[in-house]
């Protein structure tokens, strides 16, 4: 990806981004409130290419606002790398350690994602596949989740699909064999997650990246989370 081309985060680009991004920490997939505290970094200069990749989606069933990219370190925009993960074409490796998800594509290269991954305790490794995933989904959090989180008991049932829905824009469903880990890579709009561990477990991507890799991966497709 090149980075020559630098152009500043408008100041409306931002506003958009973060007026969108305030409520969406629940899940299965939730996240701890120390976070919050936590000092952002000064905003960075963001190439015309990374503004066009995380833009808006308006053509999306629930409109995605722009990501406030500038906000992350740009070692976690998507980029295209060449293929370190050792797996062979058509695999998603999720980089627990350095935080980030890699779909590995021919000709030895690779699409790298920034990811928030499972915070201690609820972090997971080992191998299986991608059974299927959904557009906009429903979530329903386990059962044993909503007895931590009694807050969750609204939606004990399923909350319904949008913007504000822990699953977010997508959801990528991970098996082992024929079993359904509970486990999922899913969307998540706010970039103080992203290079974090602080979900229950799940891969979280920012919209536009999850947008991306879903459209990437076939049913079936093997993935492998290393630890």
């Given at each position: 990806?090149?980075?020559?081309?630098?152009?500043?985060?408008?100041?409306?680009?931002?506003?958009?981004?973060?007026?969108?991004a305030?409520?969406?920490?629940?899940?299965?997939c939730?996240?701890?409130?120390?976070?919050?505290?936590?000092?952002?970094p000064?905003?960075?200069?963001v190439?015309?290419?990374?503004?066009?990749?995380y833009?808006?989606?308006?053509?999306?069933?629930?409109?995605?606002?722009?990501?406030?990219?500038?906000?992350?370190?740009?070692?976690f925009?998507?980029?295209?790398?060449?293929?370190?993960?050792?797996?062979?074409?058509g695999?998603?490796?999720?980089?627990?350690?350095?935080?980030?998800?890699?779909?590995?594509?021919?000709?030895?290269?690779a699409?790298?994602?920034?990811?928030?991954?499972?915070?201690?305790?609820?972090?997971?490794?080992?191998r299986?596949?991608?059974a299927?995933?959904?557009?906009?989904?429903?979530?329903?959090?386990p059962?044993?989740?909503?007895?931590?989180?009694?807050?969750?008991?609204?939606?004990?049932?399923?909350?319904?699909?949008?913007?504000?829905?822990?699953l977010?824009?997508?959801?990528?469903?991970?098996?082992k064999?024929?079993v359904?880990?509970?486990?999922?890579?899913?969307?998540?709009?706010?970039?103080?997650t992203?290079?974090?561990?602080?979900?229950?477990?799940?891969v979280?991507?920012?919209?536009?990246?999850?947008?991306?890799?879903?459209?990437?991966?076939?049913?079936?497709?093997?993935?492998?989370?290393?630890?």
């Amino acid at each position: 990806m090149s980075i020559a081309l630098n152009a500043t985060l408008s100041r409306r680009a931002v506003m958009a981004g973060l007026a969108s991004a305030g409520a969406l920490a629940l899940a299965g997939c939730t996240t701890t409130g120390s976070r919050h505290t936590e000092t952002m970094p000064e905003p960075v200069v963001v190439p015309i290419d990374v503004l066009a990749m995380y833009g808006p989606r308006l053509d999306e069933e629930f409109p995605v606002p722009a990501a406030p990219i500038a906000q992350l370190d740009p070692m976690f925009w998507r980029q295209e790398v060449a293929n370190v993960t050792g797996e062979p074409e058509g695999t998603v490796v999720v980089d627990t350690p350095n935080r980030f998800l890699y779909w590995t594509m021919p000709d030895g290269r690779a699409m790298r994602y920034g990811a928030g991954i499972g915070r201690d305790g609820f972090a997971w490794s080992g191998r299986g596949h991608i059974a299927y995933g959904r557009k906009w989904p429903v979530w329903t959090p386990p059962g044993e989740m909503v007895d931590r989180q009694p807050e969750l008991e609204i939606y004990r049932n399923g909350q319904p699909p949008g913007l504000d829905n822990a699953l977010g824009a997508r959801a990528l469903y991970i098996h082992k064999g024929n079993v359904d880990t509970i486990y999922r890579i899913h969307g998540n709009m706010d970039v103080s997650t992203i290079g974090k561990a602080v979900s229950s477990g799940c891969v979280r991507l920012l919209f536009q990246d999850v947008i991306d890799l879903y459209d990437r991966v076939t049913w079936g497709s093997p993935i492998v989370v290393l630890q």
